[in-house]
């Protein structure tokens, strides 16, 4: 059973550009989540999607952040124009129901750096 | 509003030891989740155990046990037997309803 993809691994761009990075969930769940994780701020919720719904965006940091899941298989989160304060690891987690008991289960993450 | 606290930046154990790692939390909802992940030094988050607001028993997983104390909203991870291998970045979580939040974790060292 594939676990969640996240594509691409790594990301290197300059200031200014667009960055999108992308993930596949597992087969049959219903929640999406994005994560960013640093060391100043640890793991930061970005924003978390229920049948392909966006529930809560609240910790989007800005308007330059946008994150789209057309589908059920297939998520976006888009950084337009990027900043050198973005660079981060970027997680994508899925997880079925919501009944409080079931475990986030995360992709690799994408390494993102802006320079 | 959640909030996950992890009060030990880093802990060291000795190889075979036992180790608790804390973790507190608040809520007002009395339908809850704890979760424990592990991030080792390649950056994965591991799934290692989890207590439910409701459930009367501490949950255990094989060297894992989570001590669930709901009077206090502790919900401190004990690992028995430490191996190298459980060197890693250790997370406490929460989930309320459909989101999970983080804690800031703890390093765990454990020493040969």
């Known amino acids: 059973d594939a676990g969640v993809i996240q594509s691409p691994r790594h990301e290197v761009t300059e200031m200014g550009q667009e960055v999108t990075l992308r993930c596949k969930p597992i087969?049959?769940?219903?929640?999406l989540f994005w994560y960013r994780q640093t060391m100043m701020r640890g793991l930061e919720l970005l924003i978390y999607f229920n049948n392909n719904v966006p529930i809560d965006d609240s910790g989007m940091p800005e308007d330059r952040f946008s994150a789209k899941m057309p589908n059920a298989s297939f998520s976006t989160l888009k950084i337009q124009p990027s900043e050198p304060r973005d660079s981060a690891v970027y997680f994508c987690?899925?997880?079925?129901?919501?009944?409080?008991?079931?475990?986030?289960?995360f992709g690799n993450g994408t390494r993102l750096t802006v320079t | 509003a959640q909030k996950i606290t992890q009060t030990q930046p880093g802990m060291f154990v000795q190889e075979k030891e036992a180790v608790t790692l804390d973790c507190t939390y608040d809520t007002s909802d009395p339908s809850y989740g704890l979760f424990w992940y592990k991030q080792p030094s390649s950056g994965e988050m591991i799934f290692l155990i989890y207590q439910g607001s409701y459930d009367q028993q501490n949950a255990t997983e094989g060297r894992y046990s989570l001590n669930f104390q709901k009077a206090r909203k502790s919900a401190n991870l004990v690992i028995s037997a430490s191996q190298l291998g459980d060197s890693a970045m250790y997370f406490c979580?929460?989930?309320?309803?459909?989101?999970?939040?983080f804690g800031a974790g703890t390093r765990l060292t454990v020493k040969p």
């Open positions: 087969s049959g769940h219903d929640y």
């Open positions: 979580a929460m989930r309320e309803g459909g989101d999970m939040r």
């Open positions: 987690a899925s997880s079925i129901l919501d009944l409080g008991n079931s475990p986030l289960h």
